[in-house]
């Protein structure tokens, strides 16, 4: 079976400091990874995802992940945060063949001013 | 529509009472999931269909919750006799082909509170 763990529950951070967003996954089988993101009163919404390729994988707002398939690791990162990133951000992942989207706990990221 | 669309958006019911949530997915999208989303758990899947063939029911936690969709479009979620432990935001998803790589649409959320 999928699974996803966010070990990070919250993550404050300065503004325009950078931030890595943790994330770790188990599977026996290929994976597509993603992010998605939930802003404060708003659905989720795709960030990026991993899908075969590169590793290094951009998304919007600047945000970028790094697939590390020995790590199985799947981590997101920002150079330079801002006030309007404070959001909640899930890491996800599905097998190959397998429609079930399994969701990480959520890391909330807060931005200080 | 432009997107994903739920309601009610905000749900407040007596224990033991039944509820409907429903789902209209963006036409034409063929896969549609429901998760539970409760404070400081993440996303629980719950159930997951996929054009005309029989959904993906393992997620459901109890025989209390059931999902059916119609016309392969709008999805109702049941739950029968609420518990307190049902409370939490119910998303629905939907996505163009279901294969997993592409991009899943989420609403907005159902908040169920059950007093």
């Known amino acids: 079976a999928q699974s996803v763990t966010q070990l990070d529950s919250q993550v404050p951070v300065f503004e325009e400091a950078p931030v890595e967003l943790r994330c770790n996954y188990s599977?026996?089988?290929?994976?597509?990874l993603f992010w998605y993101v939930q802003y404060p009163n708003q659905g989720l919404q795709l960030l990026l995802k991993?899908?075969?390729?590169?590793?290094l994988v951009k998304g919007i707002n600047g945000f970028e992940a790094e697939f590390n398939k020995s790590q199985t690791s799947f981590h997101l990162r920002k150079p330079s945060v801002h006030i309007s990133d404070t959001a909640e951000y899930f890491c996800?992942?599905?097998?190959?063949?397998?429609?079930?989207?399994?969701f990480g706990t959520g890391t909330r990221l807060t931005i200080i001013p | 529509g432009a997107g994903v669309s739920q309601s009610p958006s905000n749900k407040v019911t007596e224990k033991g009472k039944d509820v409907e949530l429903r789902c209209d997915p963006i036409s034409g999208h063929t896969a549609l999931y429901w998760y539970r989303q409760s404070l400081g758990q993440g996303l629980e899947f719950l159930i997951y269909?996929?054009?005309?063939?029989?959904?993906?029911k393992s997620g459901l936690p109890s025989d209390r919750f059931s999902a059916e969709r119609t016309g392969g479009s709008v999805s109702t979620l049941t739950i029968q006799r609420t518990q307190q432990e049902d409370s939490a935001v119910y998303l629905c998803?939907?996505?163009?082909?279901?294969?997993?790589?592409?991009?899943?649409?989420f609403g907005q959320g159902t908040r169920l509170t059950v007093v």
């Open positions: 269909f996929q054009g005309n063939s029989a959904p993906d």
């Open positions: 998803a939907s996505s163009s082909t279901g294969t997993g790589n592409t991009e899943a649409f």
């Open positions: 991993y899908l075969s390729g590169s590793t």
């Open positions: 599977s026996s089988v290929s994976v597509y």
């Open positions: 996800a992942v599905i097998n190959f063949g397998n429609e079930k989207l399994t």
